[in-house]
């Protein structure tokens, strides 16, 4: 089984709906991060968490909100999609302390119509 | 502030031929250096960092890097590229006192037989 998972893998959905995103790992680090991907503009930032009770902005946290449930589940909600938030969305999680290398889900692939 | 180049938006190498991907990163001290690979539909996976010691790195599958701190380089090789060698291939950076690398905006690698 995969340790970092992303549910759904693709979803189409239009403008003004909200969505959810879920990322949940089973490595039982406590770092966990939301990214999005443009072609052409490598990963964006859009929240960390650092463990359960730490929630932190990254630099496009604009029009996304995060909730972690625990420390295996880290969610990403868009409020109110719209079209230029189509992208490919990355859960990446890391251990605490040493060289924080990241580990990725596989990504979603949203459609904002 | 930490910030990473990678030139090259597209790389066309032959099967068999060596390969070098080029980063540049801006950092006063040493950073922490990685390469990750995304193959088509699936996440980023790490090939290899660099911390400190020596500069020349070993990752996996068949690649190696070298830290030049005097070029401000970690520029990633591979001596026989191989048609399964096609990807997105991301550098980063993180400096000692934050936890959050910043990725470059990713070199695609095309191999032709």
């Known amino acids: 089984d995969a340790d970092v998972t992303q549910t759904p893998r693709n979803r189409i959905t239009k403008t003004g709906k909200r969505i959810m995103l879920e990322c949940s790992q089973t490595k039982g680090h406590d770092r966990m991060y939301w990214y999005r991907q443009d072609p052409g503009l490598g990963l964006q930032l859009i929240y960390y968490s650092f463990d359960v009770k730490d929630i932190n902005k990254g630099e496009i946290s604009d029009g996304y909100s995060v909730s972690r449930q625990a420390q295996a589940k880290f969610s990403l909600s868009l409020e109110s999609a719209i079209p230029n938030q189509t992208a490919l969305y990355f859960c990446?999680?890391?251990?605490?302390?040493?060289?924080?290398?990241?580990?990725f889900g596989p990504g979603t692939r949203l459609t904002v119509l | 502030a930490q910030s990473v180049t990678q030139p090259d938006i597209h790389i066309t190498v032959s099967e068999g031929a060596s390969l070098e991907l080029r980063c540049n990163y801006s950092y006063g001290a040493t950073p922490y250096l990685f390469w990750y690979v995304q193959s088509p539909g699936q996440g980023l996976q790490l090939l290899l960092k660099?911390?400190?010691?020596?500069?020349l790195v070993q990752g996996i599958k068949g690649f190696e890097a070298e830290f030049k701190r005097s070029q401000s380089s970690f520029n990633l090789r591979k001596p026989s590229v191989h048609w399964s060698d096609a990807a997105e291939y991301f550098c980063?950076?993180?400096?000692?006192?934050?936890?959050?690398?910043?990725f470059g905006r990713g070199t695609s690698l095309i191999v032709h037989p």
């Open positions: 990446a999680t890391s251990e605490r302390g040493g060289a924080d290398t990241q580990y």
């Open positions: 980063a950076v993180r400096s000692g006192g934050s936890y959050i690398p910043t």
């Open positions: 660099y911390f400190s010691g020596d500069t």
